[in-house]
């Protein structure tokens, strides 16, 4: 079955430190992945998307993933964090993103980042 | 401002009372979606539709009903809800999803049934 997996619960940075969240999916087709993040009482806004082709994705924020089908894995980067980044952040696998087109994303179980001052 | 709005923010009910949350977009988008959100099992989907008048189920339907009747609004109908349908609710709504539309969330409803 398809799972999308962020071990990180919960991570806490410094400030100005680097950040990498982890996700791991399981998915047997060429996957569609996502990030989002999700601010205290907001909504969910995209990070970016991977679908094909260069596998170093950058997005919003400053933030980057990186695709390695070895390891089923989309991992989330920033070089350096800054307090507003304090969020959750989900990973998610879109099915039905080709022909059967439903449009389904499973999403991981969020990862909820802390900044430090 | 391109958005996707949800009605209402917070709601508290009891079980067994009728509710509707709303969901209305304002870019002309043919996908839209439910979703609810619980700790610890992140988002799930409830039902989508891929255009007016065509509705369809998620991996948790049970206990809700959807309608498109028109292409902005996309409501979400509990028609007896229960304690277990507590959750934070999401709409969502895209142009198309095929081929890798980026799929816009609501702010969200959290819904509480005691």
């Known amino acids: 079955a398809q799972s999308v997996t962020q071990p990180d619960i919960h991570i806490t940075v410094s400030e100005g430190a680097s950040l990498e969240l982890r996700c791991n999916y399981s998915?047997?087709?060429?996957?569609?992945l996502f990030w989002y993040v999700q601010s205290p009482g907001q909504g969910l806004q995209l990070l970016l998307k991977?679908?094909?082709?260069?596998?170093l994705v950058q997005g919003i924020k400053g933030f980057e993933a990186e695709f390695k089908r070895s390891q089923s894995s989309f991992n989330l980067r920033k070089p350096s964090v800054h307090w507003s980044d304090a969020a959750e952040y989900f990973c998610?696998?879109?099915?039905?993103?080709?022909?059967?087109?439903?449009?389904?994303?499973?999403f991981g179980q969020g990862t909820t980042l802390q900044v430090k001052p | 401002e391109a958005q996707v709005t949800q009605n209402p923010r917070y709601l508290i009910t009891v079980t067994g009372k009728k509710l509707t949350v709303t969901c209305s977009q304002n870019m002309n988008h043919e996908y839209m979606s439910w979703y609810r959100q619980d700790p610890g099992l992140g988002l799930r989907q409830i039902y989508y539709?891929?255009?007016?008048?065509?509705?369809d189920k998620g991996d948790v339907p049970e206990g809700y009903k959807v309608s498109r009747k028109e292409k902005r609004n996309f409501p979400l109908i509990l028609e007896s809800p229960s304690p277990n349908q507590t959750s934070l609710y999401f709409c969502?709504?895209?142009?198309?999803?095929?081929?890798?539309?980026?799929?816009?969330f609501g702010p969200g409803t959290r819904l509480t049934v005691l």
């Open positions: 539709s891929m255009n007016v008048e065509v509705t």
């Open positions: 998610a696998v879109g099915l039905g993103y080709g022909s059967s087109n439903t449009g389904k994303l499973i």
């Open positions: 998915y047997g087709a060429t996957p569609y």
């Open positions: 991977y679908f094909s082709g260069d596998t």
């Open positions: 969502a709504s895209s142009f198309q999803v095929r081929g890798g539309g980026t799929q816009y």
